[in-house]
T-cell receptor, first 111, second 113 residues
Framework: DQQVKQNSPSLSVQEGRISILNCDYT??????FLWYKKYPAEGPTFLIS?????DKNEDGRFTVFLNKSAKHLSLHIVPSQPGDSAVYFC??????????FGQGTRLTINP | EAEVAQSPRYKITEKSQAVAFWCDPI?????LYWYRQILGQGPELLVQ????????DSQLPKDRFSAERLKGVDSTLKIQPAELGDSAMYLC???????????FGQGTRLTVV
């Protein structure tokens, strides 16, 4: 049973435009959400997080939005840069429970 | 800059052999995770430690996998015997406490032949 779903395996965006990556979850007990970026042959790198008490968190070009009623979060990257090309994972915590990952979305930024 | 250290980076082993991976978390991080990632999928938790205690190993194939964190610092994940289906990236991560950002190492790419 996939508790965290990233339904788009891949996304292609023009350099300078906005990239929007989406994530849906089923467990209403999840209360802390994170986005990770992963390059080939490397471990995931933490990008940004959001607590369930907030609906938006911003860090430079990265903004995460949380819609608890829809059990949906999204990552916005603006403007998109070639170095942003990577696989992006959303991950969810339930209290002190394990960190559960989605399947990932491969983002390609085209010049 | 503090980082999670993992070794080796790459490992090729024959099936039925034993293999071990090592992880040194960021200093002061009480929580340590071992994840397995198969290409095209998200990381899947194998085992989670809080200090030296296992808090979740529900997805660890205990007939062949074992993990320890004896002094609550570095950790070893062992597979014996290795099977072809164990080929994957094995990732170690640590966090200051549960429910805080987890930081990952570079991973160990295992190929079982």
């Amino acid at each position: 049973d996939q508790q965290v779903k990233q339904n788009s395996p891949s996304l292609s965006v023009q350099e300078g435009r906005i990239s929007i990556l989406n994530c849906d979850y089923t467990n209403s007990m999840f209360d802390y959400f994170l986005w990770y970026k992963k390059y080939p042959a490397e471990g995931p790198t933490f990008l940004i997080s959001i607590s369930s008490i907030k609906d938006k968190n911003e860090d430079g070009r990265f903004t995460v939005f949380l819609n608890k009623s829809a059990k949906h979060l999204s990552l916005h990257i603006v403007p998109s840069q070639p170095g942003d090309s990577a696989v992006y994972f959303c991950a969810c915590f339930e209290g002190a429970q394990k960190l559960v990952f989605g399947q990932g979305t491969r983002l390609t930024i085209n010049p | 800059e503090a980082e999670v250290a993992q070794s080796p980076r790459y490992k090729i082993t024959e099936k039925s052999q034993a293999v071990a991976f090592w992880c040194d978390p960021i200093s002061g991080h009480a929580t340590l995770y071992w994840y397995r990632q198969i290409l095209g999928q998200g990381p899947e938790l194998l085992v989670q430690f809080q200090d030296e205690s296992v808090v979740d190993d529900s997805q660890l194939p205990k007939d062949r996998f074992s993990a320890e964190r004896l002094k609550g610092v570095d950790s070893t994940l062992k597979i014996q015997p290795a099977e072809l289906g164990d080929s994957a990236m094995y990732l170690c991560a640590s966090s200051f406490w549960v429910n805080t950002e987890a930081f990952f190492g570079q991973g160990t790419r295992l190929t079982v032949v």
